[in-house]
Nanobody, 126 residues
Framework: QVQLVESGGGLAQAGGSLRVSCLAS????????MGWFRQAPGKERDFVAA????????YYSDSVKGRFTISRDDSRNTAHLEMNNLKPDDAAVYYC???????????????????WGQGTQVTVSS
């Protein structure tokens, strides 16, 4: 079993930056795809970013490409999402998700991931 705990959410002004982190425990997630998803009130949980392994290709939704950066430190069993030039539409609860053996075509599907955290709130003021 893998437990995921997000941290680092909070309040930022539009144009500002925040970094959210995900700490995994229970086992090494070195061979796990790690993804970030977000859910705004009344909306579906949407894909934000993912990476299949450390140093590997990163994938982003069109809405965050060029502004957000996903990274991971497998020595610390952590993943991070650096969010720059935040917009009010970025406000949501951000979830870290982990999945083993995910194909490329599965990375954007929240159902493909086996583990997820409790989420961390990101609020962006205009």
């Amino acid at each position: 079993q893998v437990q995921l705990v997000e941290s680092g959410g909070g309040l930022a002004q539009a144009g500002g930056s925040l970094r959210v982190s995900c700490l995994a425990s229970g086992r090494s997630v070195r061979n796990y795809a790690m993804g970030w998803f977000r859910q705004a009130p009344g909306k579906e949980r949407d894909f934000v970013a993912a990476t299949r392994w450390s140093g590997g290709t990163t994938y982003y939704s069109d809405s965050v490409k060029g502004r957000f950066t996903i990274s991971r430190d497998d020595s610390r069993n952590t993943a991070h999402l650096e969010m720059n030039n935040l917009k009010p539409d970025d406000a949501a609860v951000y979830y870290c998700e982990g999945g083993f053996g995910l194909r490329l075509d599965m990375l954007e599907s929240k159902e493909a991931y086996r583990y997820w955290g409790q989420g961390t709130q990101v609020t962006v003021s205009s």
